[in-house]
């Protein structure tokens, strides 16, 4: 059971600071609103992942046939992901009354952008469900939650951490200098739906 649960943190920890769609929108909705609302991004997997672990491990062996349907996701994350990087290329310095006024919606954003992204599905499919079996094959039950929680801690752990830290950080990061750090973070997210978009070229094609 512990060589499960330290499997389930190594690959948490790597999920969660590895750069990717849904780290983008963690630190961008922090930028905007807070630490607390780049922390409810962070929770998204734990809403959208128990479908996709489930049918990952289904057709783990069946890889060759989800290969389109992968392709598929990824070319709508991606547009997705355009569409926040145009939302986060317009922002503006967050206001104290507009931010109260406001509903950032940042869970559902972060539910969207998690299930659209190919990154999970890759994940249990390549990784996850192998790691998975395995711990249940060498400790039951309770090999499988260890490998499953230990994961699933670090992976939203990590992203918390980094809504935290940039949301407090943010009191430097107003004016001009809010709206380059922005558009910054709007290129990058260009970049990654350009990268989701060859990915699901390749899928549907290769």
Known sequence: ??????????????????????????????LRY?????????????LTDAPIVALTVVVAQGLAQTRSALGVISLLGAAF???????TWHATPPRVERA?????RSLLRGAVVNVLSPHPYLF?????ASSLSAAAQ????????AFIG????????????????????????MGRTYRWVMRALALVMLIFAGLLARDGARLLFA
């Not at 992976?155 to 809504?163: E, I, R």
């Open 124 to 128: 249990w499919l390549s990784v996850g």
């Open 138 to 145: 060498r400790a039951g039950a309770l090999g499988a939650a």
């Open 34 to 46: 807070g630490a607390r609302e780049g922390a409810r991004v962070a929770f998204a997997p734990l």
């Open 81 to 87: 992901v355009v569409y926040l990087a145009w939302s």
């Open 1 to 30: 059971m512990l060589t499960a649960l330290l499997a389930g943190i190594t690959f948490g920890l790597s999920a969660g600071f590895s750069p990717g769609p849904l780290s983008l929108l963690v630190i961008a909705q922090s």
């Open 150 to 173: 230990g994961f699933y801690l670090c992976l939203v752990g990590a992203k918390v951490l980094m809504a935290w830290l940039v949301g407090h950080s943010r009191g430097w990061l």
């Open 100 to 104: 109260l006024e406001e509903s950032p």
